[in-house]
């Protein structure tokens, strides 16, 4: 029997346990598990390289991702770091322009160092891929919707381009999570997320998972993973599944917001820009209607300087001010300084990420809540 996404995410992975008949299947805290014999066990040997909770929660994901292999990590940032150790000196990678800030610091900070090339461009535009691509190059990184300017990639275009040049293909999925998107669908290799975000939904963990159908992939991933030590806990990967059983539901609450927070937004004479997928402004809102199924809960737009982005942030009071998405709280925060910080000023400039640039998560308040908390805060 082929469930539907809504069932998928309330059970699987999430079966009964069979000693007691519990419908909440516990938590396994153990760091280690008692062998048959040398050589032979019962599927477990110590939770660094395998844990029965966490195992559940892979195996949950990857269904909702309709991918045969998942693998759970300690945050979004470990997957990220875990990923790019399959890497080797020499090797080159080409990445979105407008990505999370903390792969762009690793990417440009931290891997370089080892010998590693990235280029940063606008994969809205596939043909931009086709051109930089070298002899050298070994994977293509992208989001989509980006971070923080909502920009959208044609998934099976880059796929395409991908697989005609032995590329691995890999997308930071975060945004839309699951139940909006899947990439691997469309033809991509390799999903990202940062869990911590949309999968946990409640602001009260921090974790990341990558899924594919790629056998050979998962087991150096998981080879890398074991020897760093980029591991969940088992409690947060619990929290996790409790968590992801009603994500459908969030995502849709937080997409129908947004969407109405992003259309009373266009009509402000005193907003410059918005960047929200599913808004008929929107470059690529014909491809994200394609292969999301809502907008999502995260927009973006310009205020006219610094100055009146930051009186705006300072006004809220139902949106918090604070780094992170994806929770049921509405949360506001300026790119420039906090989730892009680490980006230098120039290439803000460039990538479109103003001065006077704010980003909102849409919670699951009650939008007219929203849009009043907004209007009073715009006030001078």
């Known amino acids: 029997m082929e469930f539907k996404f809504e069932t998928k995410a309330i059970h699987n992975g999430q079966n009964p346990d069979p000693e007691t008949g519990a419908v909440i299947p516990p938590i396994h805290l153990a760091s280690t598990f008692k062998q048959v014999s040398v050589g032979e066990h019962q599927g477990f040997e110590y939770s660094r390289t395998g844990n029965p909770t966490r195992q559940r929660l892979e ?30 000196k020499g090797d080159h990678v080409i990445c979105g322009d407008d990505v999370y800030g903390g792969t762009y610091r690793f990417f440009d900070k931290v891997m370089k160092k080892f010998g590693v090339s990235y280029d940063f461009v606008d994969l809205a535009d596939p043909e931009n891929l086709r051109a930089t691509i070298k002899e050298n190059t070994k994977m293509v990184w992208l989001e989509t919707p980006t971070n923080p300017l909502l920009k959208i990639s044609d998934l099976s275009a880059l796929a395409e381009i991908s697989k005609e040049h032995d590329l691995i293909s890999i997308v930071d999925n975060t945004f839309a999570s699951p139940f909006l998107q899947n990439p691997i669908d469309q033809g991509i290799d390799v999903v990202v997320h940062s869990s911590t975000k949309y999968l946990g939904g409640h602001s009260d963990l921090v974790g990341g998972i990558v899924a594919t159908n790629d056998e050979e992939f998962t087991e150096k991933l998981k080879f890398l993973q074991n020897s760093a030590g980029a591991i969940p806990s088992p409690f947060d990967c619990w929290l996790l599944m409790r968590g992801i059983k009603t994500l459908a539901l969030r995502m849709t609450q937080h997409s129908k917001s947004a969407a109405n927070i992003a259309e009373y937004l266009s009509e402000q004479q005193f907003i410059e820009n918005v960047y929200y997928p599913f808004i008929d402004s929107h470059p690529n809102s014909d491809i994200a209607k394609q292969q999301m199924r809502y907008g999502g809960g995260i927009l973006s737009f310009d205020l006219p300087s610094a100055g009146s982005a930051h009186a705006f942030l300072k006004k809220l009071k139902i949106f918090y001010l604070a780094e992170s998405l994806g929770g049921v709280e509405s949360l506001a925060e300026y790119p420039p300084t906090m989730t892009h910080g680490s980006i230098e000023k120039d290439r803000r400039q460039v990538l479109g990420i103003n001065d006077g640039l704010v980003r909102l998560s849409v919670g699951l308040e009650n939008v007219d809540d929203l849009i009043e908390d907004i209007t009073q805060a715009m006030k001078h």
């Open 59 to 88: 195996e949950q994901v990857s269904s909702l991702e309709n991918a045969k292999y998942g693998i759970a990590f300690a945050s979004g940032s470990a997957a990220t770091a875990t990923i790019q150790l399959l890497l080797n």
